[in-house]
């Protein structure tokens, strides 16, 4: 770990309460652990593969002002009319357009370190780290973005942030904070995207939803198949909110999310979505906590994935109801299509309730494409493999449909269909 240096750390640019964050992180982490499968949440993980010897920080300067790569220049076209955009590469914002008329209602979208020059949003969600990639990312953040909505505002288009990395044997840690005020309403779309290189990226986000606010989250991870990506989202829900969480999956080698929703004020309500889809070696891994902190407070999950060829997933989830969270309806579902025999999902759902006056449930299932669904296709003329992907894109229809930024979503489509495509190319039959 000898790039992962004091020295590294002091290269990075920005004020002095984000340096000294940084140095204090940097402190921590050299007297911190790494994690092992020994512990909980690291459980099924690929952690022991990590090598942190085989990367870099990248603490180079950001490109020139105005930058956005030829990738993401196309999803932004995709998406139509945004109310902001930022576009981070490497870890640094090098674009921020914001609409005239959402600027003018003050809504602030772009760099933290300028729209909140003390800091005080930065950390006010997650609180400090604790473990060692959290310290390590702390240390090495460079360019954090914030999204400010004021009360009152109804911001109406998305926000969208696009993520590229693309240096090779880099550590990027991008960090996003969402701060929607008292009665507001916004949709933000996060996307990220790699060429194929062989990167790791530690990216935190942080969602602060205030009283009687709405806000919608969407998460796209389209990284290259070489990319290491390790999560967390950290949200929280104030009074009478509500708030909505999506993630979609395809993309990485590992790619990880840790995903926890504090429901803190009474009658906020919080759903997590999410479609993931590994092929070859692939692995997505998730670990949820939906936190009832509050009295009278609703959370729901739907988490449904696919495996193929020999990629595996996790998924491991907590529903927690503290002692003083009375009258809470909480339910958790996790689903997944087992497409090929060397494939494989793991799926385990927790609840943990101390108090009675409590409505839950959880359930989950791993499996191949149901027989009866399969039946009724191929008894009507649909030949094998096309009624297989029909099966397939019909399942994640039910989470899809639902994205709060429909302008992306015939692109993810797309992409899932591609997998499936490349599958019936390599001659599996389906159901092998």
């Known amino acids: 770990m000898s790039s992962f240096t004091a020295e590294a750390v002091g290269r990075l640019a920005g004020p002095p309460w984000l ?40 603490v180079d300067r950001a490109p020139g002002a105005g930058i956005v790569p030829t990738d993401l220049a196309a999803v932004r076209e995709r ?4 109310s902001a955009v930022v576009v981070v590469a490497n870890g640094r914002i090098t674009h921020v357009e914001l609409d005239d008329a959402v600027r003018a209602v003050g809504v602030q979208v772009g760099r933290l370190t300028e729209l909140d020059p003390e800091g005080a949003s930065l950390g006010s969600v997650t609180g ?10 702390d240390a090495f953040n460079a360019d954090p973005v914030l999204v400010r909505v004021p009360a009152g505002v109804v911001v109406p288009d998305p926000v969208v942030v696009l993520h590229w990395t693309d240096v090779d044997h880099s550590v990027t840690c991008p960090h996003l904070v969402v701060e929607a005020g008292e009665d507001s309403e916004v949709v933000v779309y996060d996307h990220g995207a790699s060429p194929d290189v062989d990167a790791l990226t530690l990216p935190v986000v942080e969602l602060h939803v205030g009283p009687a606010a709405r806000l919608r989250y969407v998460q796209a991870q389209l990284l290259g198949p070489r990319v290491w990506q390790l999560g967390r989202q950290v949200s929280r829900v ?42 070859e070696g692939q692995m997505h891994d998730f670990r949820s906590l939906q936190d009832h902190v509050a009295p009278r407070t609703t959370s729901n999950l739907l988490f449904k994935g696919a495996v193929q060829g020999h990629s595996r997933s996790v998924y491991t989830g907590m529903i927690h109801i503290g002692k003083d969270a009375a009258g809470v309806d909480a339910f958790q ?4 299509i ?31 494409v149901d ?53 019936e190319v390599s001659g599996v039959g389906a159901g092998a």
């Open 79 to 82: 998406l139509g009319h945004c």
């Open 19 to 58: 340096v000294r964050r940084r140095e204090e992180a940097f402190r921590r982490f050299t007297s911190t652990p790494m994690p092992t499968v020994e512990e909980e949440v690291w459980r099924y993980s690929r952690i022991p593969e990590l090598d942190l010897a085989d990367y870099v920080p990248f």
């Open 338 to 368: 087992k497409l090929s025999d060397g494939a494989w999902a793991e799926s385990v759902p927790n609840l943990e309730i101390e108090n009675n006056d409590v409505r839950c449930s959880h359930a989950s299932a791993v499996g191949p």
């Open 238 to 279: 104030d009074r009478d909110a509500g708030f909505s969480t999506a993630m979609v999956a395809l993309g990485a080698d590992y790619g990880r999310l840790e995903i926890e929703s504090v429901l803190a004020g009474r009658g906020s309500s919080g759903e997590m979505l999410a479609v993931y889809f590994g092929e």
């Open 371 to 423: 027989e009866d669904q399969r039946y009724y296709l191929e008894s009507r003329g649909v030949p094998p493999a096309p009624a297989e992907r029909l099966i397939v894109l019909g399942f994640f229809e039910e989470v899809l449909e639902r994205l709060a930024v429909p302008a992306a979503v015939p692109h993810l489509r797309a992409e899932i269909a591609a997998k499936l495509t490349r599958r």
């Open 333 to 336: 579902t996790n689903r997944n």
């Open 128 to 137: 400090e780290a604790t473990n060692a990639f959290g310290l390590l990312h």
